[in-house]
């Protein structure tokens, strides 16, 4: 396949700096003499398109920019119009409207290879869009080509999403050869239902342990068995960059799970890995306890719908005994009853040093002792929150009264007081602002006597200051009046 860029060494180049190329012209033509004489060929002489028609490899040349100040006043409309012209496809509309904001949607858009070519040609010089999304537009390996020599000239573009676009083991190699010249900008890489297998493990991998500015990277419903697994370890042992990692809907097992558990005692850098949906099963979950136990950074983990049973999480509580970094445990969709809910909480207790603000294990029925010990749990971690389906047996009925309408008390209180709601909130607030980090509002809220809440409540209250970002924001009050 064609590189659709031709390479800069063999350009000639005027006083600004910038290549001058002719996408009619055969590499042996020479260039333009001077920015004055010639913009690029097919806006200089349009009647040119209609009446010859290039073959196919001067087709496969990119249409690309012959003077910066030319640029500006034919304008970026202008350029991609032309490379739409010169691919042979039909302009988005949507991406003529957004293209000078910074995030730009073309997921479900059906570009293909040509169209995505086109948006290329386009983005080489755009200074505006730092976040692309591309889901599901059929662009294959030809398209991703395309993308990546993009990146190549393109330094503003920061979070690309290429999910579900059938790239496969070629696609995998396109971007494993990118991602090893260290260069681009980018930071965020969504790769998720591209049909890699353990070939495109290795070759990512192989770039990957010594990449460091790839900083989040989604391989979820890809097809991962356990030699994938062992590829991703021995990556993880070496990256350096990585701070988040999804791996979910693959098929890692036993195997596959210890790998990757071996690979993350010695990671420094990652804080986030979703491994739901596999079947890592007990055994990894006790290697995930050890993990618990040696790593100091992982703040994030997912691992619902593991075949994880009461076995798996006292594997699991283990580690949680003396882990000081985690913040987030999802435990969701695994055969796990009211007695493996308590040896998880119980180890949180005994741990004075615990992070721990989500426990989820929202498909669990936990009982009326369940709760007693929960109440105890609270006390020592008030930042705590443990999700679980409801409580079986007598409680239930008891449960109705901690559901109290929390909002109904804060305004009540407020008006009381004769205070707007908000003065409520940033009075909690050591610093008097409207804004604060989940972890700490649940704390102060739990604490506080103003408004006695318990922490089913203080849910409620979350969900409507939630920014979705970590922090809650007292703002939503600003016009609610004593």
Same mark, same amino acid.
């Given at each position: 396949?064609?590189?659709?860029f031709?390479p800069?060494?063999?350009?000639?180049?005027?006083t600004? =700096?910038?290549?001058?190329?002719?996408?009619? !012209?055969?590499?042996?033509?020479?260039?333009?003499?001077?920015?004055?004489?010639?913009?690029y060929?097919?806006?200089?002489?349009p009647q +040119?398109v209609?009446?010859?028609?290039?073959?196919?490899?001067?087709? !496969?040349?990119?249409?690309?920019?012959?003077?910066?100040?030319k640029f500006?006043?034919t304008?970026?409309k202008?350029?991609?119009?032309?490379?739409?012209k010169?691919?042979?496809?039909v302009?988005v509309?949507?991406?003529i409207?957004?293209?000078?904001e910074?995030?730009?949607?073309?997921?479900?858009? =059906?570009?293909?290879?040509r169209?995505?070519?086109?948006?290329?040609?386009?983005l080489?010089?755009?200074?505006?869009?730092s976040?692309?999304?591309l889901?599901?537009?059929?662009?294959?390996?030809?398209g991703?080509?395309? #993308?990546?020599e993009?990146l190549?000239?393109?330094?503003y573009?920061?979070?690309?999403? $290429?999910?579900?676009n059938?790239?496969?083991?070629?696609?995998?190699?396109i971007?494993s050869?990118?991602?090893?010249t260290?260069?681009?900008?980018?930071?965020?890489?969504?790769?998720? =239902?591209?049909d890699?297998?353990? %070939?495109s493990?290795?070759?990512?991998?192989?770039?990957?342990?010594?990449?460091?500015? $790839?900083?989040?990277l989604?391989l979820? &419903?890809?097809?991962f068995?356990?030699?994938g697994?062992?590829?991703?370890g021995?990556?993880?042992?070496?990256?350096v960059?990585?701070?988040s990692?999804? @791996?979910?809907?693959?098929?890692? &097992?036993?195997?596959?799970a210890v790998a990757l558990?071996?690979?993350?005692?010695?990671?420094?850098?990652l804080?986030?890995?979703d #491994?739901?949906?596999?079947?890592?099963g007990?055994?990894?979950?006790?290697a995930?306890?050890?993990?618990l136990?040696?790593?100091s950074c992982?703040?994030?983990l997912?691992?619902?719908?593991?075949d994880i049973s009461?076995?798996?999480?006292s594997?699991?509580?283990?580690?949680l %005994?003396?882990?000081?970094? @985690?913040?987030?445990?999802k435990?969701?969709?695994?055969?796990i009853?009211?007695?493996g809910?308590l040896?998880?909480?119980l180890?949180?207790?005994?741990n004075?040093?615990?992070?721990?603000?989500?426990?989820? $294990?929202?498909?669990?029925?936990?009982?009326e002792?369940?709760?007693k010990?929960?109440?105890?749990v609270y006390a020592?971690?008030p930042?705590?929150?443990?999700?679980f389906?409801?409580?079986?047996?007598?409680?239930?009925?008891n449960t109705i009264?901690l559901?109290?309408?929390?909002?109904?008390?804060i305004?009540s209180?407020?008006?009381q007081?004769? $205070?707007?709601?908000?003065?409520?909130?940033?009075?909690?607030?050591?610093?008097? +602002?409207m804004?604060m980090?989940?972890?700490?509002?649940q704390k102060?809220m739990?604490?506080?006597?103003k408004?006695?809440?318990?922490q089913?409540?203080?849910?409620?209250?979350i969900?409507?200051?939630?920014?979705?970002?970590?922090?809650v924001n007292?703002?939503?009050f600003?016009?609610?009046?004593p």
């Open positions: 396949m064609r590189i659709p031709p800069k060494p063999t350009l000639p180049r005027n600004a =700096g910038s290549p001058r190329v002719c996408p009619y !012209e055969t590499p042996t033509e020479p260039a333009p003499q001077s920015s004055e004489e010639a913009f060929c097919e806006a200089e002489a +040119t209609g009446k010859v028609k290039p073959d196919r490899e001067n087709s !496969e040349t990119d249409l690309e920019i012959e003077d910066n100040e500006f006043t304008g970026q202008e350029l991609y119009l032309e490379a739409c010169l691919v042979g496809v302009p509309s949507y991406f409207r957004n293209m000078e910074s995030y730009v949607n073309l997921n479900h858009h =059906g570009l293909g290879p169209g995505t070519k086109a948006i290329a040609i386009a080489v010089s755009n200074t505006t869009v976040k692309l999304e889901e599901d537009n059929g662009i294959t390996e030809e991703i080509l395309s #993308l990546v993009m190549q000239e393109n330094y573009l920061q979070e690309l999403n $290429i999910s579900n059938q790239l496969g083991l070629e696609g995998a190699r971007i050869d990118f991602l090893e260290n260069t681009s900008s980018i930071w965020s890489l969504e790769l998720s =239902g591209n890699f297998k353990e %070939e493990a290795a070759l990512l991998c192989q770039v990957l342990s010594s990449n460091y500015r $790839i900083k989040k989604d979820s &419903h890809n097809q068995s356990d030699v697994g062992e590829h991703l021995q990556m993880l042992a070496t990256n960059g990585l701070t990692l999804d @791996l979910s809907w693959n098929h890692f &097992h036993t195997r596959g558990c071996n690979g993350l005692r010695g990671n420094v850098t804080t986030k890995l #491994l739901s949906m596999n079947g890592l007990n055994e990894g979950a006790l995930l306890g050890e993990v136990r040696l790593n992982l703040v994030y997912d691992v619902s719908g593991n009461n076995e798996g999480a594997k699991i509580s283990k580690g %005994e003396s882990n000081e970094s @985690l913040k987030v445990l435990l969701f969709l695994n055969p009853s009211v007695d809910a040896l998880l909480i180890s949180i207790k005994r004075p040093k615990s992070r721990m603000e989500e426990l989820d $294990i929202s498909n669990v029925l936990v009982s002792q369940f709760m010990t929960l109440d105890g020592v971690h930042q705590l929150d443990v999700v389906k409801g409580v079986q047996g007598p409680s239930a009925k009264s559901l109290t309408n929390p909002m109904k008390l305004q209180y407020a008006d007081h004769k $205070i707007a709601v908000e003065d409520f909130f940033k009075s909690l607030n050591p610093t008097g +602002t804004r980090s989940v972890g700490e509002f102060v739990i604490e506080q006597n408004v006695p809440l318990n089913y409540q203080v849910r409620e209250v969900k409507r200051l939630d920014e979705k970002t970590g922090m007292f703002s939503f600003k016009t609610v009046k």
